[in-house]
């Protein structure tokens, strides 16, 4: 498979790769994502994710060690509710985005685009419903690139929680990218974000 679009090369698995992504709590301020990988050493995190985030519309992808990968940021204004991706930490207005994300449709069952700033373009398809933790991520040749289920613990075999789940990256695809995706997903509607399917297109303006 032809390796994808890239936030960070360091991210981009030889293997198919198993991350267990954990929502930390939704009552603080602090809360946000960790992530890990199958041996349980840190891979991703997001330390401020509550309401005051909300507020500022900005969220910070990094990395293990706290190096800013990837800043998501809510565009305003816009007709459509659209979010920007930005490489590294976000520090002026006059940076470019390298993907944004937007709803299509603001009534009833919408779908959301993500378009992607590359050389060639590239084209991704989302399909399932994130708020089930239940989607995967297709390249333009419809294979999967990624995909996002509902967590069983291994000794159990309890299904888990939604704030506890499994992100699985193909080989070839970047895992930061992929994650990316997540914040902006569970940012639009919360746990409450639906749609049928979401296109990953060249960028245009509103």
């Known amino acids: 498979m032809k390796q994808g679009f890239v936030v960070e090369a360091g991210f981009v698995f030889q293997e198919e790769t198993h991350l267990t992504v954990l929502k930390t709590s939704l009552f603080f301020a602090n809360d946000g994502f960790t992530v890990y990988d199958c041996k349980g050493d840190l891979v991703f995190r997001v ?5 005051e985030t909300r507020d500022r519309g900005e969220i910070v992808l990094m990395d293990a060690n706290g190096r800013c990968l990837l800043t998501v940021r809510r565009k305003r204004p816009s007709l459509h509710h659209r979010w920007e991706g930005f490489i590294g930490e ?7 985005p390298i993907f944004s994300v937007r709803r299509s449709s603001m009534i009833g069952r919408s779908s959301v685009s993500v378009e992607v700033y590359s050389d060639p373009g590239e084209e991704y ?3 399932g419903h994130f708020s089930q933790r ?44 992929a994650m990316g995706l997540v914040l902006v ?16 297109e060249p960028v245009t303006d509103d």
């Open 90 to 96: 976000r520090i002026d207005g006059h940076q470019k």
């Open 134 to 177: 239940c989607c995967t991520i297709l390249n333009a040749g419809k294979e999967s690139v990624a995909e996002i289920r509902r967590k069983v613990d291994a000794s159990t075999h309890v299904l888990l929680g939604k704030d506890v789940f499994s992100l699985c990256v193909k080989p070839g695809f970047d895992g930061a990218f």
């Open 185 to 200: 997903l569970d940012q639009i509607n919360g746990d409450d974000y639906f749609t049928e399917g979401a296109q990953v």
């Open 47 to 51: 330390d401020s994710y509550g309401p």
């Open 125 to 127: 398809q989302i399909e």
